[in-house]
């Protein structure tokens, strides 16, 4: 029996619940790992899982021996590290979950000079919206606007979007220019609704003006969960869009987006880069939330920084 592979399979299981969903993510047949696991209880006499027909679960006994051999396994990742050229200290794969606009407007096009400075790192981009569970699909970070719900994460900030309200020259057309936000709430006006959560909640919109604060739900026809999806809703005159303003920069100067209350401001979108609290800050990791927030700063400056649990 291999130790640390033995104890890799371990955390796996611990991580994903399930022989399968470590196997998978091992890129092990199930059979292997159940071996492992079995052999690494066998030589410690102790039982570290429970296991039923259903799902696993970790004895106290085990949960103990985990947290130590999580550190265990990430001391040998950064003594490994640590003897590679200052060029390649960061290296292996990253799995990254984006959200689709910033991936294609931002992200993925800067990726030549992250790679030019990381060239050992290989990027592997889950590119949506949707919610994803880090752990059962072995993501190592996402990245998202907004707060971060799920209190079990880390969260890190690494920038702010600046957001405006903007609508087609089809809706206005039909719909008739808003002069004032409360319109909106108005019967005969629509917002393209954004689903922000897994409950699948349509977000409300801030808006502020000297001293005047007043938030905006509106009346929806169409509601999406993918920010290209949003966009093109809006562009295809289904109502009124709240952007930040990378996103509808280019739609406005060609004409296809007329911003909205511009006298108006709305608090700016926080972004984040948010990865499990028992998930090793691996220097992969670490360089790529750094780069993030660098590249943050290039496009999009803010004001500060901060890391903090959410």
Same mark, same amino acid.
């Given at each position: 029996?291999?130790? $640390?592979?033995?104890?890799? *399979?371990?955390?796996?299981?611990?991580?994903? /619940?399930?022989?399968?969903?470590?196997?998978?993510?091992?890129?092990?047949?199930?059979?292997?790992?159940?071996?492992?696991?079995?052999?690494?209880?066998?030589?410690?006499?102790?039982?570290?899982?429970?296991?039923?027909?259903?799902?696993?679960?970790?004895?106290?006994?085990?949960?103990?021996?985990?947290?130590?051999?999580?550190?265990?396994?990430?001391?040998?990742?950064?003594?490994?590290?640590?003897?590679?050229?200052?060029?390649?200290? *960061?290296?292996?794969?990253?799995?990254?979950?984006?959200?689709?606009?910033?991936?294609?407007?931002?992200?993925?096009?800067?990726?030549?000079?992250?790679?030019?400075?990381?060239?050992? %790192?290989?990027?592997?981009?889950?590119?949506?919206?949707?919610?994803?569970?880090?752990?059962?699909?072995?993501?190592?970070?996402? %990245? @998202?606007?907004?707060?971060?719900?799920?209190?079990?994460?880390?969260?890190?900030?690494?920038?702010?979007? +600046?957001?405006? *309200?903007?609508?087609?020259?089809?809706?206005?057309?039909?719909? /008739?220019?808003?002069?004032?936000?409360?319109?909106?709430?108005? &019967?005969?006006?629509?917002?393209?609704?954004?689903?922000?959560?897994?409950?699948?909640?349509?977000?409300?919109?801030? !808006?502020?003006?000297?001293?005047?604060?007043?938030?905006?739900?509106?009346?929806?026809?169409?509601? =999406?969960?993918?920010?290209?999806?949003?966009?093109?809703?809006?562009?295809?005159?289904?109502? =009124?869009?709240?952007?930040?303003?990378?996103?509808?920069?280019?739609? &406005?100067?060609?004409?296809?987006?007329?911003?909205? $209350?511009?006298?108006?401001? !709305?608090?700016?979108?926080?972004?984040? %880069?948010?990865?499990?609290?028992? @998930?090793?800050?691996?220097?992969?990791?670490?360089? $790529?939330?750094?780069?993030? %927030?660098?590249?943050?700063? +290039? @496009?999009?400056?803010?004001?500060?920084?901060?890391?903090?649990?959410?």
């Amino acid at each position: 029996m291999d130790r $640390f592979d033995a104890m890799r *399979a371990f955390v796996r299981v611990v991580e994903t /619940g399930s022989f399968t969903k470590a196997a998978d993510t091992l890129h092990m047949s199930r059979t292997s790992v159940t071996q492992l696991v079995q052999q690494l209880e066998a030589r410690l006499r102790v039982r570290l899982l429970n296991r039923t027909t259903r799902k696993v679960n970790v004895t106290a006994d085990g949960a103990v021996y985990y947290e130590r051999v999580l550190r265990l396994l990430a001391d040998l990742e950064d003594a490994e590290t640590s003897l590679s050229s200052a060029s390649a200290v *960061a290296r292996g794969r990253l799995r990254v979950d984006v959200p689709s606009p910033f991936a294609s407007m931002v992200l993925v096009p800067a990726l030549p000079a992250f790679h030019a400075r990381y060239p050992d %790192i290989q990027l592997h981009l889950g590119v949506s919206d949707r919610v994803v569970d880090l752990i059962d699909e072995n993501v190592d970070c996402v %990245i @998202r606007g907004g707060e971060i719900d799920n209190l079990s994460l880390v969260a890190r900030h690494v920038g702010d979007l +600046q957001l405006g *309200a903007y609508a087609a020259p089809a809706y206005l057309a039909s719909a /008739g220019a808003p002069a004032h936000p409360r319109e909106l709430e108005e &019967s005969r006006h629509r917002i393209v609704g954004f689903a922000g959560s897994r409950a699948g909640r349509v977000l409300a919109w801030t !808006l502020h003006r000297a001293g005047e604060s007043l938030t905006i739900q509106g009346r929806h026809d169409v509601v =999406v969960d993918d920010g290209n999806a949003y966009i093109a809703a809006g562009l295809a005159g289904l109502g =009124v869009l709240w952007l930040p303003t990378y996103m509808a920069d280019m739609h &406005s100067e060609s004409g296809g987006l007329i911003p909205l $209350f511009q006298d108006w401001r !709305l608090d700016p979108m926080p972004m984040h %880069i948010a990865f499990p609290p028992n @998930r090793h800050v691996s220097a992969k990791l670490r360089v $790529f939330m750094d780069w993030v %927030i660098e590249l943050m700063q +290039q @496009r999009m400056p803010v004001s500060s920084v901060r890391s903090s649990p959410t």
